[in-house]
């Protein structure tokens, strides 16, 4: 357990730091999961509108440094991958 102060209140940013990662990390997930049920309906359209609105939030989640960049970088290449073989 935390002794001095500045341990408290770095333990009070560290719970604070969390919760806006996980609501973070949650929301990014959402929309990887609204193009990916997207694709597997078959809904081309569908799917390409979620890409372009997936893509943003998982590039702003690296930048917030929620994941690592090359990882949201394949997140967005696989499901464009995706959304492009429908098309196919």
Known sequence: MANTKSAKKATRKIEVRTAVNKARRSRMRTFIRNVEEAVAAGDQ??????????????????????????TASRK?????????????
């Not at 590039?59 to 917030?64: G, N, T, V």
């Not at 967005?76 to 196919?88: D, P, T, Y």
């Open 76 to 88: 967005v290449s696989r499901l464009a991958h995706a959304v492009k073989k429908l098309s196919a």
């Open 45 to 70: 359209t569908k799917a390409a509108a979620a890409l372009k609105s997936a893509e943003p939030e998982i590039m702003r989640a690296a930048q917030k440094g929620v994941l690592p960049a090359n």
